[in-house]
């Protein structure tokens, strides 16, 4: 069979589903994928949000700390991994094993295959050095496997051949979530109704995410409060952990109607999803958005957030609301489906159906035809 390797840094829990249906693709194909995943370090510990595959390679990165920007690192590939046909790796600049792979492909080394956004949507400098250097490397792999269509306009408007380009249509295990939510028993649902002090028909904002700076977490508690002096049934559950955290905590210690309940997984976390009416995320938009949809909500965010590519999939006013970077406008925006019931279903049906566009399986699929096309080519 023909070897294909993907890198991973570290192993996010939300890929496993993804890397086990490729695996199980690849090999309908002829093709031994192999995915290599190091480990954590520094600040990314706190977001609790890594996985193990136990057919996957888990190799020890050496990390090169420096101060106050993202840590260098270097991530070794297993000896009988390095005859692989093709290496696929994440587009970050810090992966300094990336250079490795791409200066063997020019001297008769494997194709090498960039997986990322093709730009850093949540930097501060468009046109800073870590921007140009990205941008230069954009053309020196043989492939690419974009995250949305977003990130296929940005490689191909950097000169890189679209023939050459797999869009992946980034998505997580929604179809689980789904049937999480749809099965959620009444006992549990029950429960948390009852921890949480939620009333039949009161309005339940939702936040599911890791808590760092770039999610907006004040003007999401700011927000809050505007809405629930206007509406005193509602109630805001916050999911996740990271550094931002201790700032939560401290906020829901003094606000009765607010729940932190910490990172929640599996029919655990559906059961949230089911007891809520909308997703708040005022900050950066990424996959998560999918689990939004998954559960037939609307997301709420703002315009100019640092967002994921993902953030394409949210359309204001049709399956859910984008605002001003203001609390007023954002518990404007809530208040407005909280007070038209009619506006809100609607949100909600599309928010449901544009979530079936984009599942694991099909970026299964995408990733799957890809790598085929990719070695395949002369």
Known sequence: M???????????????????????????????????????FGKEKLKNDVGDLQWGRRVENRYFPVKEKKDLCWQPMPEDLKDSELVVFMQENRLLSNYYWMLKRCVGGPKVAYWGHGRDFQSNAVGGVRERWKRFFINQVDWWFAYTQMTVEHISEAGFPKDRITCLNNAIDT?????????ASEAMVGQIASDCDIRPGA?????????????????????????????????LIVI?????????????????????????????????????????NPGAVGLHVLDAFAASLPMISTRDAKHGPEVAYLVHDENGLLTENDPEAYADAIASMILDRDFYLRLATNAR???????VDAMARNFADGIERCIAKQ
């Not at 179809?175 to 099965?183: I, K, P, Q, W, Y």
């Not at 939702?206 to 508690?221: A, H, I, N, T, W």
């Not at 159906?353 to 599942?359: A, E, F, K, Q, V």
């Open 2 to 40: 023909r070897k294909v390797t993907i890198l991973q840094y570290r192993l996010f829990h939300y890929r496993l589903e993804l890397f086990e249906r490729l695996r199980v693709l690849c090999s309908q194909k002829g093709i031994e994928l192999n995915v290599v995943y190091g480990q954590a």
């Open 175 to 183: 179809a689980g979530l789904r049937r999480d939510v749809e099965g």
């Open 203 to 235: 309005p339940v904002g939702l936040f599911c995410g890791s808590l760092y700076p770039d999610k907006r977490l004040g003007l999401l508690v700011d927000s809050s409060d505007i809405i629930h002096d206007r509406f005193p049934d509602f109630r």
């Open 240 to 280: 996740g952990d990271g550094q931002s955290a201790p700032f939560i905590k401290e906020a829901a210690m003094s606000r009765p109607w607010m729940q932190w309940v910490g990172v929640k997984r599996g029919a655990e976390k559906a059961a949230y999803f089911k007891v809520a009416s909308f997703v708040m």
């Open 353 to 359: 159906l544009r979530g079936d566009d984009y599942t």
